[in-house]
């Protein structure tokens, strides 16, 4: 099993859809993810942190499921701006403690196209 | 302004030829890494230091060298270029630890795209 899987999509919705996406991981220790956006081979930019069951902003909203070891990017009323790629990023555990030294894993991204 | 500076943007280069991507920060960011981005792979961490004068290897090192000797830059080092590392590098930074619930913003360069003949 990979370390961090996604659906590689593509997704293609219209105006106004919800659309989900998920990421699996394999390392149940891991403590913290996170959503980046990544525009076009453009540099990623964070979308959303996710630390304990999940978290909102706006028309997005990030859940975490540890007993099946997923967390999942729930968009609302899609606009055209929202097509892009999004990246599921998890920090490797090295200890017990549940801290990062720093090394990440990054999904191969879910591509997302919004159309009117 | 905040940023993630990395030179140069593009580069074609011809195996062997040691070459040398630069990047720096000016948030005062403790963490900086590097990763390469290639089609159907994602992005892979290269290297990533926790701070001045520590290093440590990500999932792809091999081929590459790095070095921190000031908070501020971080450069990547091809000693010795070969066609399949042509891809595109990102450098990025954060103010701390990417696990850490305080620290784990990654804040991204445009990217460096590179070709090795």
């Given at each position: 099993r990979k370390e961090v899987e996604q659906d590689p999509g593509p997704f293609n919705v219209p105006e106004g859809a919800t659309v989900a996406f998920n990421?699996?991981?394999?390392?149940?220790a891991s403590q913290s993810f996170f959503w980046y956006r990544q525009d076009c081979r453009k540099e990623p930019k964070l979308?959303?942190?996710?630390?304990?069951?999940?978290?909102?902003?706006?028309?997005?909203?990030?859940?975490?499921n540890r007993a099946s070891q997923y967390i999942s990017?729930?968009?609302?009323?899609?606009?055209?701006?929202?097509?892009?790629?999004?990246?599921?990023?998890?920090?490797?555990?090295?200890?017990?403690?549940?801290?990062?030294?720093?090394?990440?894993?990054?999904?191969?991204?879910t591509i997302l196209t919004v159309h009117p | 302004e905040a940023q993630v500076t990395q030179n140069p943007r593009y580069l074609?280069?011809?195996t062997g030829k040691k070459l040398t991507v630069t990047c720096s920060q000016n948030m005062n960011h403790e963490y900086m890494s590097w990763y390469r981005q290639d089609p159907g792979l994602g992005l892979r961490q290269i290297y990533y230091s926790m701070n001045v004068e520590v290093t440590?290897?990500?999932?792809?090192?091999?081929?590459?060298?790095?070095?921190?000797?000031?908070?501020?830059?971080f450069p990547l080092i091809l000693e010795s270029p070969s066609p399949n590392q042509t891809s595109l590098y990102f450098c990025a930074s954060s103010w701390g630890a990417p696990g850490l619930a305080a620290g784990g913003e990654l804040f991204f360069g445009e990217g460096s795209r590179l070709t090795v003949l």
């Open positions: 990421c699996t991981y394999s390392n149940s979308l959303m942190s996710v630390y304990s069951s999940g978290n909102e902003d706006g028309r997005f909203t990030a859940q975490l990017l729930l968009i609302r009323d899609s606009k055209l701006s929202d097509s892009a790629t999004y990246l599921c990023v998890v920090p490797a555990i090295l200890n017990a403690g549940g801290t990062s030294y720093g090394k990440l894993t990054f999904g191969q991204g | 074609i280069t011809v440590d290897k990500g999932d792809v090192p091999e081929g590459y060298k790095v070095s921190r000797k000031e908070k501020r830059n």
